[in-house]
């Protein structure tokens, strides 16, 4: 890998460090062990020859990748993505409750499937477009769109009578 | 953006630790130090190709040139005949031109 291409997955890291570890956590359930898949595959990635030219999808997938193995290897773990010292979410909204405690949006995301969850989570918090969501699982778009749409129907019945 | 939406991203996400941020540092520097010693190295590598081939093509150039004979010193010598033998063994006085001399060159 060259100056320019390793300065390009610097900058890359800098810019979504965040989304991917949020991304991670989500699939390992144990922070350090994103940390560690994260790790694992920068250093895989420097010693590639060549980046590939799509570098977003292209990362996440192998963050998933390396999140999966490490689940695979120490088991599932309920560690939160949200920050634990944040107390809750405001919500604008009228129709749900003023503030929504950051638990019971993660124990909302724990009951929707994994499919559904990672969906919300790569949309919402990492910002990927459906057709980036869609290459990175090598899933057709309207099968990314309905997991999406499913999981927040859902999150939204679980989140309101538990609140209210 | 819809309601739910909203308060999902209005969710405080927990951060990466900076121990994380040092361990890829340290990869990169380390795929720094790694590309460095990689060049010197393919440097080394050029060299040990490139000076046994000089050193063998210059080592031939030397050794297929031709010898040459030692140099002999040559020896001329003139047989003057004739009035010319008398004109130089006894020159006249009055002369004060020097002879015109005519060469042949013949191998013996």
Redesign the interface.
Known sequence: ?NFSE?ES??IF?VEF??QL??YA?SITGN?ES??DA??CV??RM??RGRLPSNLRPYLFRCVRNAALDTLRRSGVRA????????AA????????PAV?P?SE?ERGLQRLSSDERET?ILK??DGLTFQEISELRQTPLPTVASWYRRG?EK??AL?IPEIQ | MSDLEQILKAAHMAVPSSALDRRIEEAFAAAEKRLKPSRTARCGWWLAILAPLGAATALFLVSSRPQREPLQPITYRFVAQGPMRQFLTEPPQSATLLPHFVTHAQTP
Not at chain 1, 89 to 96: G, I, Q, R, T
């Open positions: 890998m390793r997955l610097r890291y460090r965040q570890y949020t956590v922070r994103a940390e994260i790790h920068f250093q420097l010693r560690e939160s993505i949200f920050d634990d010292s944040s979410a405001v919500a604008e909204a009228p129709a749900l929504v950051a949006l919300i919402i918090y927040l999150l939204k989140l």
